[in-house]
């Protein structure tokens, strides 16, 4: 909301002597329903070399001139937009504003429209076609004045106490918070700007420009409050700083505004310290802070060497190789089976399933980056799957001994089905986990399985090396065979071993172990399987080598 200095004082200024004062600035008519009324706010420059001294402050002759005593308040100030700035190119500015000593933050958003031949009922009414109108909730209405310009701008400010940047001093939000908070308190008239959702839209995907530091004295001229701002911004070199320094004052009044002006820039031009031009201050800061846009990443991460494969029964193959480099960081490995892709990883390891008895595949692998880069393929791999025999499936199985802690790798699972993917972790056994990517699905059909052939059976307890995707914890069910899942909640910012609230009954024989999602991005290195409840410590003991069913 803008704030007036003072009411305006009685000055006898007849409409036609306004005009001749401004050179053609017009009075606005009484305001029609439709039409906002604007205050004034007259905004001159100063000679920063002549007003301020070396340490950014007003020097003692100005001071002295305005009564602005010695003491100013900071503030701190950043403006949101995109890297194409498309919210400037409609005339809209979203502003963030701190003073040191406050502990809320006030967020503007301002429309300014031209004010051509002083006809400031021209632009009130382009305004108002625009739907800011005297109706538009929130908003103000002011002509901005300067030495040879007048703006109309509309303006909607809110003061906001911002979770983790209140408090003294000036702290600026980082840019999730500035976005947060400008698409929470956007108003409508913003919003819905060139059509539904436009302007949340450029606010998701704004940048900021700043932050800048200014500071503001407070002193007075002709009955009315003066501000004398001295904002500090990066020179148009960027080698350095400079100040820009800027007097102004604000009335509701027309004829106050032009006396008081006119005497303004008086006083100014006598004392040599009016700088004869309009900065444009606003403009100046989206130019200089404008994002650096990155140097386009061209280069290929290297080609994926020593590919090697392995069947690991009738129906699954293990492959590996030796990890791509790449100037920034490769992201992704895809894998192709017969010169098709069957799946991506993250890390330099990959079981393919649902593969067909004494069948023969050829893999290859590419490296990617974040830019898209694509590594040439590397070099080809067959390998031929395990043939089926006797009664069993080909599939893997480990031999479960009740008499002692049985422990196996995660990714050394019998099958799996759904989202589970294998992961580099340089903290993990074997430097893999599986994990559930985020958006994963909660389903009893998205899991890891792996088949179990028990001696020694009885009431045993199912540890999971696990851990969440960030600080809180997760969790995943556990079930075997067709019984009832049991929750496992994961450790949360490290790993750690974690197990059901109760025991699991394996009688001696064939039992099938299922790992379920039951909340995306849970991570699980290895699985402990024991007639102890005592938990395991570390990466626990050595894993036990599957065996094949023939």
């Given at each position: ?62 001071r ?6 010695s ?19 409609q ?58 310009k ?60 700043g932050p ?25 070199a ?13 009335t509701?009044?027309?004829s106050?505004a032009?006396?008081?002006r006119?005497n ?44 090697t ?8 193959v ?43 595949y ?25 043939a ?9 199985y ?44 909660d389903s009893?059909?998205?899991y ?15 540890f999971?090396l696990?851990q ?6 997760d969790s ?9 899942s049991k ?32 909340e ?18 570390g ?12």
């Amino acid at each position: 909301m803008i704030q007036m200095r003072r009411t305006s004082k009685a000055i006898l200024v007849t409409a036609t002597a306004a005009i001749l004062l401004t050179g053609g600035m017009i009075s606005p008519k009484q305001a029609s329903a439709a039409n906002g009324t604007p205050s004034y706010e007259v905004k001159l420059n100063l000679a920063p070399s002549i007003v301020v001294d070396s340490s950014h402050n007003l020097v003692s002759s100005v001071r002295s001139e305005f009564s602005t005593g010695s003491s100013a308040k900071s503030y701190r100030v950043q403006y949101m937009d995109t890297a194409g700035r498309s919210m400037d190119g409609q005339g809209w500015s979203d502003r963030i504003r701190k003073r040191s000593d406050e502990s809320t933050h006030q967020l503007q958003f301002k429309k300014r429209y031209p004010v051509t031949g002083g006809d400031v009922n021209a632009a009130l009414t382009t305004a108002a076609s625009e739907g800011l109108d005297s109706s538009a909730s929130g908003f103000e209405f002011q002509v901005d004045w300067t030495l040879n310009k007048q703006t109309l701008s509309v303006q909607y400010e809110k003061d906001l106490t911002v979770s983790g940047y209140s408090g003294s001093g000036l702290n600026a939000p980082n840019l999730a918070t500035s976005r947060s908070i400008s698409v929470a308190n956007a108003p409508s008239k913003f919003a819905n700007w060139t059509s539904a959702g436009w302007g949340t839209t450029q606010l998701n995907n704004s940048v900021v420009y700043g932050p800048i530091d200014f500071k503001r004295y407070k002193g007075d001229f002709d009955d009315l409050e003066l501000d004398i701002e001295i904002w500090t911004i990066v020179n148009a070199a960027k080698t350095g700083t400079e100040d820009i320094v800027e007097a102004s004052f604000k009335t509701d009044s027309l004829s106050e505004a032009t006396s008081a002006r006119t005497n303004l820039i008086n006083l100014l031009r006598t004392k040599g310290w009016l700088v004869e031009s309009d900065v444009l201050k606003t403009s100046l800061i989206m130019e200089r802070y404008a994002p650096v846009a990155p140097t386009p990443d061209t280069t290929a991460p290297s080609v994926p060497t020593g590919l090697t494969g392995s069947a690991l029964s009738s129906n699954q193959v293990k492959l590996g190789w030796t990890a791509s480099t790449d100037n920034v960081g490769v992201t992704s490995y895809d894998v192709y089976r017969n010169g098709a892709l069957v799946g991506s990883v993250n890390s330099n390891s990959y079981a393919d399933t649902g593969l067909t008895a004494s069948t023969s595949y050829t893999y290859t692998v590419i490296a990617k980056d974040a830019a898209g880069n694509v590594s040439t393929a590397s070099t080809a791999v067959s390998v031929t799957t395990l043939a089926n025999g006797g009664p069993g499936t080909g599939a893997l199985y480990y031999n479960v001994n009740g008499s002692a802690v049985s422990y196996i790798e995660a990714e050394q699972f019998t099958a799996k089905n759904g989202t589970f993917i294998e992961a580099a972790c340089a903290a993990c056994s074997g430097a893999v986990n599986m994990e559930t990517p985020n958006g994963s699905s909660d389903s009893e059909t998205n899991y890891i399985k792996y088949d179990l052939e028990v001696t020694s059976g009885g009431s045993f307890y199912i540890f999971l090396l696990s851990q969440g995707p960030d600080s809180s914890s997760d969790s995943f069910n556990l079930a075997v065979d067709g019984g009832s899942s049991k929750q496992v909640t994961t450790g949360s910012s490290s790993w750690a071993w974690k197990k059901p609230s109760s025991s699991i009954s394996l009688s001696t024989g064939s039992h099938t172990l299922y790992i379920k999602v039951r909340e995306d991005g849970a991570k699980v290195d290895k699985i402990a399987i024991s007639k102890s409840s005592s938990t395991p410590s570390g990466l626990g003991g050595t894993a036990l080598a599957p065996s094949y069913h023939e």
